[in-house]
């Protein structure tokens, strides 16, 4: 999948929490902001970043877990909001809230509907992407060298 097919498929899964009181090209257009890199293509290494901060056993604050099981095949574990403003930042989630117009708790609330799915349809072939990078630790090592986390 694309950039263009995640955010579509997240904005149907925002737009569903927030209500028809947001406007779905608006969602679209902060979601797409929020997920995309530089380049324009879907920043998984901001989401895997989230493996290697947050504490000081490198569990990323528990996220690792979760996060790690939205790759690939397999169950989707959840993810409450507080927990995704610890995986992206307040300031993003402030961000993202403000473009739509609505509380930071409800476009988290928002995103922790939709983000496990997008970083599942993102990641099909998990296992691989796992693998290529030496499994989970090579994955956490890396997302910590992009985000000068060690």
Do not use: C, R
């Amino acid at each position: 999948m694309d950039l263009g097919d995640l955010v579509s498929m997240g904005t149907k899964l925002i737009q569903d929490k927030v209500g028809d009181s947001v406007d779905s090209n608006s969602i679209q257009d902060a979601l797409s902001g929020l997920l995309s890199n530089e380049e324009g293509g879907f920043d998984l290494g901001n989401i895997m970043s989230a493996l290697t901060g947050g504490s000081d056993d490198g569990e990323g604050g528990g996220l690792a877990d979760i996060v790690s099981s939205w790759i690939g095949g397999g169950e989707n574990k959840p993810i409450d909001s507080s927990a995704i403003t610890d995986l992206l930042g307040g300031d993003k989630i402030s961000e993202f809230a403000s473009k739509l117009g609505i509380d930071t708790e409800t476009a988290a609330s928002g995103l922790a509907d939709a983000l496990p799915n997008i970083v599942d349809k993102a990641t099909p072939e998990g296992d691989s992407l796992l693998d290529q990078v030496g499994g989970l630790d090579g994955l956490m090592s890396m997302a910590g060298k992009l985000f000068g986390k060690s």
